[in-house]
């Protein structure tokens, strides 16, 4: 009988671990979704020139970068996002009359 509470307890444990990893996971790759769909928001505010869409957007995309860069490292290692953030700060000097606000 203790053996069968044993397996028990260790499978719960297992079960625990699993699901706090999928969370963390599913936070990360949330980041990445988030940029990837303002990044889409972007393009979509060139093709159509609606310079607030990619004004705001570009802005929305730096504070996701400046909010979760631990994060859209571990899902986009080899991407250098002080690069895409300087892009992007591009497009608010731009679309944006001229005011550069990263925050």
Same mark, same amino acid.
């Given at each position: 009988?203790?053996?069968?509470?044993?397996?028990?307890?260790? !499978?719960?444990?297992?079960?625990?671990? /699993? @699901?706090? !990893?999928?969370?963390? /996971?599913?936070?990360?790759?949330?980041? #990445?979704?988030?940029? *990837?769909?303002?990044?889409?928001? +972007? @393009?979509?505010?060139?093709?159509?020139? &609606?310079?607030?869409?990619?004004? +705001?957007?570009?802005? &929305?995309?730096?504070?996701?970068?400046?909010? %979760?860069?631990?994060?859209?490292?571990?899902?986009?290692?080899?991407? *250098?996002?002080? @690069?895409?953030?300087?892009?992007?700060?591009? %497009?608010? %000097?731009?679309?944006?009359?001229? #005011? /550069?606000?990263? &925050?």
């Amino acid at each position: 009988m203790k053996i069968f509470y044993l397996i028990i307890i260790f !499978n719960f444990f297992l079960y625990t671990l /699993a @699901e706090n !990893n999928y969370s963390k /996971a599913s936070i990360i790759n949330q980041s #990445k979704i988030n940029f *990837d769909r303002s990044l889409e928001k +972007i @393009e979509q505010g060139i093709i159509n020139q &609606d310079k607030k869409m990619v004004c +705001i957007e570009s802005k &929305d995309s730096i504070k996701l970068i400046n909010k %979760n860069q631990i994060q859209l490292k571990r899902v986009e290692p080899y991407y *250098d996002w002080n @690069e895409i953030k300087k892009v992007l700060l591009l %497009n608010v %000097n731009k679309y944006c009359q001229g #005011k /550069a606000q990263s &925050d």
